[in-house]
């Protein structure tokens, strides 16, 4: 029979925590699958793994240790209390699968009066990168012979790393060994060590944040070699959805866009990472290209195209996300237009559903034996990894065509 694991890297967080609970309910029939692009009924055919074949575990840094089922009643607002309740039993089982994760290279600073979100977390166990490798490499071994699964799919929604440039040049492998073997802060990044312990361990791995994760070209390469599927980076869950598909359109109708601002107001956790600038920068860099790489190309000049996009962390907003968008474009004769959309999501219920589909679809990979980056999975990522395809359209039809084709 086969089995997977799905090991989420933050798994105590909002994203972390909605996906456990949207892949309970899934297990026990208590939903319909609506948001789930895995249950589409193009891949009806495609044999992907069903919920019940799933378990749930992953690595945390909260030194208050982690409730799922306590995170998940913060959603009692939105989510039916009686689901929560019929599945609670699997919460506190999956819970006890949650491992100490590390803060090796982690450049996190919680805005200053803002919170105390550093003081809240672990102490640092790893005295150097390779060790923290290793020490997360031996809790995906063990999570795979303990639950007898057949694959696991790393995947990472932990709280997004401030903006580190040096690391993606890493390209040497046995450099990149040596130096993570010295004593003290890691060369790489917190998420790239993660990336580093799934490869080791035989797992496919998924960047679900804008953070660095798998994109070093060392990583890359020993991916390869061992034959392991992966892709990121930052899924697409929300404005950037919509900008996929709306700048197509003014492409293909040929409006010339001037100006595209988007401004995003959120009040959870990740919103509180995002006031550190540095942090702030990486999911700009992200959330920009969709319009960069659809909008500029041929017939413009580098200042032709105003893009912007701001973000503010508003508490009392809580999960709930407003994006507010501006378009600025010329049509026939030089006639000046707009556009102007808003968009109120609940973050973490967007972003759960398409975790788990990220999972079954990683799984089909994992067992048709295909190694490297996952371009038919552009579809969900601000930033795909490796491709140049950023319209929505046919990022679905890479999918659809892939998953039913191999
Ligand atoms: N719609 C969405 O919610 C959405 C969309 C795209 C991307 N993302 C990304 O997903 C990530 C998670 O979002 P969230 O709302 O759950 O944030 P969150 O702050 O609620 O959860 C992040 C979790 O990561 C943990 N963490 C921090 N550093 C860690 C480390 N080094 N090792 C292990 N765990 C660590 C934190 O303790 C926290 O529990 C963010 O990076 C966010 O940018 C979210």
């Not at 890493?170 to 073997?181: E, G, H, P, V």
């Not at 508003?314 to 237009?337: Q, T, Y």
Request: charged share 25%; hydrophobic share 40%.
């Amino acid at each position: 029979m086969r089995r997977l694991g799905i090991w989420l890297i933050g798994a105590g967080g909002y994203v972390g925590s909605v996906t456990a609970l949207g892949l309970s309910a899934m297990r026990r029939g208590l939903v319909p699958s609506v948001a789930l692009v895995s249950d589409h009924e193009e891949f009806r055919r495609a044999g992907l793994i069903a919920f019940d074949e799933i378990v749930f575990g992953g690595h945390e840094v909260r030194r208050d240790g982690v409730s799922l089922v306590e995170n998940c009643t913060g959603f009692s607002a939105i989510v039916n209390p009686d689901l929560l309740r019929q599945c609670r039993a699997d919460l506190q089982r999956w819970q006890r699968n949650i491992r100490g994760g590390t803060l090796q290279g982690d450049g996190f600073r919680p805005a200053t009066g803002r919170s105390n979100a550093r003081s809240a977390e672990r102490r640092n166990p790893d005295a150097s990168g390779a060790a923290a490798v290793e020490r997360l490499t031996a809790d995906l071994l063990a999570f795979r012979s303990a639950h007898k699964l057949s694959n696991v799919v790393v995947i990472n929604v932990a709280r997004t790393e401030p903006v580190r440039r040096s690391v993606t040049s890493l390209s040497s492998w046995d450099r990149l060994r040596k130096r993570l073997a010295r004593r003290g802060p890691s060369p790489l990044p917190a998420s790239s060590l993660y990336a580093l312990a799934a490869i080791e361990s035989g797992c496919a791995y998924v960047n679900f944040t804008p953070s660095v994760g798998i994109d070093v070209p060392a990583l890359r390469r020993r991916a390869d070699e061992r034959g392991l599927p992966y892709m990121g980076r930052d899924g697409k869950t929300g404005e950037t959805l919509v900008k996929s598909v709306l700048a197509p359109l003014f492409m293909m109708r040929r409006l010339h866009v001037l100006s595209w601002l988007g401004y995003n107001l959120l009040g959870n956790p990740d919103g509180l990472a995002l006031s550190d600038p540095q942090v702030r920068r990486a999911k700009q860099q992200t959330k920009d290209q969709t319009l960069r790489r659809l909008l500029g190309g041929a017939g413009r000049t580098s200042g032709d195209l105003t893009t912007r996009v701001g973000i503010d962390y508003v508490p009392s907003l809580g999960d709930r996300k407003l994006a507010w968008n501006f378009i600025h474009f010329e049509g026939f004769l030089g006639a000046r237009m707009s556009l102007e959309f808003r968009w109120h999501g609940v973050d973490s219920l967007l972003a759960a559903p398409l975790v788990l589909d990220l999972a079954r679809f990683t799984e089909l990979e994992l067992r048709r034996g295909v190694a490297g980056p996952m371009h038919h999975l552009a579809f969900f990522f601000k930033a795909p990894m490796q491709t140049r395809e950023f319209a929505l359209h046919r990022q679905w039809d890479a999918l659809v065509s892939h998953v039913n084709t191999g």
